[in-house]
Structure formats: structure tokens, C-alpha cells
């Protein structure tokens, strides 16, 4: 019986470290059809994802990839950039397709005028999902 409750409580704290790694990083706010909000560095209004991290420690979002199409999750993948602790980082989906470090972030993809679902994504497992209206 102890062996049982010994494995029943490993399994429980496996699942539930999974899922609080698992909700790190949140894809926090998506602006479709924007017009007036943020400009690009280029002077253009484009689409953007606000990628937020919600630990009290940096990550790393290298190999962490966005996309608006869940049949190709890895569509644009993060240089190595930082996030700070209970910040967040914005990716214009410009079509622009620009990972410069030191630069800002532009997708190779933009967002459909009336909403679609995005993903955030690494190693073929959807960490965070917008849905889009």
C-alpha cells in the first residue's frame, strides 16, 4: 500500500510540475488590423503577439517557435533572446520574417483581420494558445 501511495504522489507532482512549466511563457494579448497602436520600426502598423513570462526567472525562448497554423507549429522559430521575470517581449506578425538579435521580432506570418488562433510552441508541444475571434 505504501508503494502505491508513493507512486500515486510522484505521479501527482509530475503532472502538476508539467503543468505550471507548462504555463511559463502565455501568449498574454494578440492585435490583429492594427492601425494605430504600435508601429514597427519600419513606421508601419502591423500585427503583434505579447509573449509574457510569468516566472520569477529569465527564459531563454531560443527554439520556442509562434504560428497561426497548428498543422505547422514550428512555422517561425526565436533567436536566443531573453525574457525577463514578469515581462514580456512583442513579435510583430509582419510577414517580415526578421530574428536579429537586438532587433525586433517580425513572423513570417501575419494574422488574419478577423482573428485566428496563434501558437506558442517548442519541441512539438504547444506551451500557450490565443484564440482568436
Known amino acids: 500500500m505504501n508503494f502505491l501511495k508513493l507512486t500515486f504522489t510522484l505521479l501527482l507532482f509530475y503532472v502538476s510540475t508539467q503543468c505550471v512549466v507548462g504555463q511559463s511563457l502565455v501568449i498574454n494579448e494578440v492585435m490583429s488590423s492594427n492601425s494605430t497602436v504600435i508601429q514597427d520600426e519600419d513606421g508601419d502598423y502591423v ?5 509574457f513570462n510569468t516566472t520569477n526567472q529569465q527564459i531563454d525562448l531560443q527554439g520556442y517557435h509562434l504560428s497561426d497554423d497548428p498543422g505547422e507549429l ?3 522559430t526565436f533567436p536566443s533572446v531573453i ?3 514578469d515581462s514580456f517581449i512583442v513579435v510583430f506578425a509582419s510577414g517580415k520574417d526578421r530574428s536579429i538579435l537586438g532587433k525586433e521580432l517580425h513572423s513570417n506570418f501575419k494574422i488574419k483581420a478577423n482573428g485566428e ?3 506558442l510552441s517548442k519541441n512539438g508541444t504547444v506551451w500557450s494558445t490565443f484564440s482568436g475571434s
Open 47 to 51: 500585427d503583434w503577439v505579447e509573449i
Open 74 to 76: 514550428s512555422k517561425w
Open 83 to 85: 525574457i525577463s521575470p
Open 117 to 119: 488562433s496563434i501558437y
